[in-house]
Nanobody, 121 residues
Framework: QVTLVESGGGLVQPGGSLRLSCKASGSIFSLNNMGWYRQAPGKQRELVATITSGLSTDYADSVKGRFTISRDNALLTVALQMNNLKPEDTAVYYC???????????????WGQGTQVTVSS
């Protein structure tokens, strides 16, 4: 069984910073793309940033220049450094990992439980 555990959410003032972390654990044969998504109240879940196993990154236009995604392949972790936070960044942030649990299995998508980020003065 694979689990993704997130940490690092909280309340921050506009212009502040937060760092989210996510660790994958369990029976993992191959850990491929990892990423962060977010869902604000009344809105659909949206992509924030992704990173491949080769460390190529992609960002939503709304966070480019403010957020940085990184990963440690040895530790099976992915992080999201969020700077210059804005009220519109308020959402539940979810870690996502696309991985293979066994060489005989296809790639599947796994989600963390979510962590709340609130940007407010």
């Amino acid at each position: 069984q694979v689990t993704l555990v997130e940490s690092g959410g909280g309340l921050v003032q506009p212009g502040g910073s937060l760092r989210l972390s996510c660790k994958a654990s369990g029976s993992i044969f191959s850990l491929n793309n990892m990423g962060w998504y977010r869902q604000a109240p009344g809105k659909q879940r949206e992509l924030v940033a992704t990173i491949t196993s080769g460390l190529s990154t992609d960002y939503a236009d709304s966070v480019k220049g403010r957020f940085t995604i990184s990963r440690d392949n040895a530790l099976l972790t992915v992080a999201l450094q969020m700077n210059n936070l804005k009220p519109e960044d308020t959402a539940v942030y979810y870690c996502n990992a696309r991985l293979v649990v066994d060489r005989t299995e296809d790639e599947d998508s796994y989600w963390g439980q979510g962590t709340q980020v609130t940007v407010s003065s």
